[in-house]
């Protein structure tokens, strides 16, 4: 028997067209019906039923046809992407209005015909856009199934330099040396740090955290080292400082470089004695507890400048961890992009978004001066902000598209196109204006400023009838 001769062949895509344009039926039959599995439709209840009899690939909607006016199939067309996120929505219309085909390019229509529509054309287009829509649910579905490969301990990433990471925290779990993270502000470094504690033998001992940075040295003198009733003016009671609550477990101090240099003596007698005396004490305890530091500083120059103990630097910097900026992270943007997503998706009771290919290259291409922390913080708010399951070039600020080379082209030609001509004049008046209003009207004076000799200056101002001097 011959086994190729009855091996079942794949479905073809499931195309429904839904218009009472009798004209439309036999044409597309023709250029489509041999490659599709072909529903010709009139109403939006015959769309929904069949919708539920099987999943659809495609729906080509005539945007004339469900109510009075085109903005009834406009709001057809965002239902449909919210049901069914994943449909190559296709919009029809007899209508040349420029406002039309944003609107539908605003509820995520895929492509945009205005009739006399040229099937073989339609043909074509569909088919390119089935084969990118079938191209993002493979990429997702790859991304899912590596998520579990990309995480580590709360961190997210497939990278070289998070790799490096990685082996490093499984390397230093074990031990009880201390660990000095490095790595600009945003990049994690408490999350490097649980990630230290989660493999360790202390892992189901406490955890205390403390960022160096948040208070002034009076302030976190009490919290490290803790205090005795009437020690101070506010000391009403007796008090455990950090330092003693991570007896047994680990101490984690965050931007260890804003100590003032009195503190910094006193956390290396602690280090040196493994003891801490509260405030008003009057004996030392004996303290079991392993040191995380961390820092977005060059402690190196700072030791140098003499603004922090040498000593003490080489107490912490047993075992150095440097976190790189997510700049550096090749690869990594999507996969964090795609965790924040779900995370904040389901926090918000969201339905799923996704972003746009153009949207990632852009994500992809900033510097991130505010890291991970930054991206997290941008993702979150699209979220929220971001109406529909599509997230697009138009939605994100200002900063990350004008710093951007691949956001150029989507801000110069929208989705729905550009009349050239037009554009250029437009552009061309909004100069001669604004030269003209800054030279008070002198049209030599204007062409000066334009660096345009004077006759093209008096031909584009009769051109667009523009009358000053």
């Known amino acids: 028997?011959?086994?190729?001769?009855?091996?079942?062949?794949?479905?073809?895509?499931?195309?429904?067209?839904?218009?009472?344009?009798?004209?439309?039926?036999?044409?597309?039959?023709?250029?489509?019906?041999?490659?599709?599995?072909?529903q010709?439709?009139?109403?939006?209840?015959?769309?929904?039923?069949?919708?539920?009899?099987?999943?659809?690939?495609a729906i080509l909607l005539d945007?004339?046809?469900?109510?009075?006016?085109?903005?009834?199939g406009v709001a057809g067309l965002r239902e449909l992407r919210n049901l069914h996120p994943d449909l190559v929505l296709v919009a029809m219309t007899r209508s040349n209005s420029?406002?039309?085909?944003?609107?539908?390019?605003?509820?995520?229509?895929?492509?945009?015909?205005?009739?006399?529509?040229?099937?073989?054309?339609?043909?074509?287009?569909?088919?390119r856009a089935l084969e990118k829509r079938m191209a993002e649910i493979e990429y997702r579905s790859r991304k899912d199934k590596e998520v579990p490969q990309s995480s580590f301990c709360g961190l997210i990433g497939l990278s070289e330099s998070m790799q490096r990471v990685y082996d490093a925290i499984r390397r230093v779990a074990g031990s009880t040396s201390s660990v000095l993270i490095r790595g600009e502000s945003g990049t994690g470094k408490e999350l490097v740090a649980r990630a230290i504690v989660a493999m360790s033998p202390?892992?189901?001992?406490?955890?205390?955290?403390?960022?160096?940075?948040?208070?002034?040295?009076?302030?976190?003198?009490?919290?490290?080292?803790?205090?005795?009733?009437?020690?101070?003016?506010?000391?009403?009671?007796?008090?455990?400082?950090?330092?003693?609550?991570a007896d047994g477990g680990t101490l984690f101090l965050d931007e260890i470089a804003t100590l003032g240099l009195p503190l910094q003596s006193k956390l290396l007698r602690v280090l040196e004695d493994r003891a801490v005396q509260r405030i008003g004490g009057k004996s030392p305890k004996k303290i079991d507890f392993?040191?995380?530091?961390?820092?977005?500083?060059?402690?190196?120059?700072?030791?140098?400048?003499?603004?922090?103990?040498?000593d003490l630097y080489y107490r912490i910097h047993v075992?150095?961890?440097?976190?790189?900026?997510l700049r550096e992270r090749q690869g990594d943007i999507p996969l964090l992009v795609d965790h924040f997503l779900r995370r904040y998706c389901a926090a918000n009771g969201v339905e799923p978004k996704r972003v746009e290919p153009d949207v990632m290259a852009i994500l992809e291409e900033d510097s991130w001066p505010g890291n991970v922390r930054e991206l997290e913080n941008l993702v979150q708010r699209l979220v929220l902000m971001v109406d529909g399951p599509v997230i697009k070039v138009n939605h994100l600020p200002q900063r990350i598209l004008y710093n951007s080379t691949a956001s150029q082209e989507s801000l110069l030609i929208p989705e729905g196109g550009v009349k050239f001509d037009e554009e250029i004049a437009r552009i061309e008046v909004a100069y001669l204006t604004a030269a003209l209003r800054r030279?008070?009207?002198?049209?030599?004076?204007?062409?000066?400023?334009?660096?345009?000799?004077?006759?093209?200056?008096?031909?584009?101002?009769?051109?667009?009838?523009?009358?000053?001097?």
């Open 319 to 325: 075992v150095p961890i440097v976190l790189p900026a």
């Open 439 to 469: 030279c008070s009207g002198s049209k030599i004076a204007a062409a000066r400023l334009l660096q345009i000799d004077k006759q093209k200056m008096h031909y584009l101002c009769r051109k667009y009838r523009i009358a000053r001097d």
């Open 202 to 245: 202390r892992a189901d001992k406490s955890f205390i955290s403390l960022n160096c940075a948040a208070l002034p040295d009076n302030l976190i003198e009490a919290e490290l080292f803790g205090h005795e009733k009437g020690a101070f003016t506010d000391a009403r009671n007796s008090r455990a400082g950090h330092i003693e609550m």
């Open 63 to 72: 945007l004339d046809t469900l109510g009075d006016n085109s903005d009834v």
């Open 1 to 38: 028997m011959n086994r190729a001769a009855t091996r079942p062949q794949p479905a073809l895509p499931a195309v429904a067209i839904v218009t009472t344009d009798e004209q439309v039926g036999p044409e597309a039959s023709q250029y489509l019906g041999n490659d599709y599995q072909l």
């Open 40 to 57: 010709l439709l009139q109403t939006w209840e015959e769309l929904l039923a069949a919708l539920q009899q099987q999943p659809l690939d």
């Open 98 to 127: 420029r406002n039309l085909r944003w609107k539908a390019m605003e509820a995520t229509a895929d492509e945009y015909f205005v009739a006399p529509i040229e099937f073989h054309e339609v043909q074509i287009i569909l088919a």
């Open 290 to 310: 392993r040191l995380i530091t961390a820092t977005n500083e060059e402690l190196e120059e700072m030791v140098q400048a003499g603004r922090f103990r040498e």
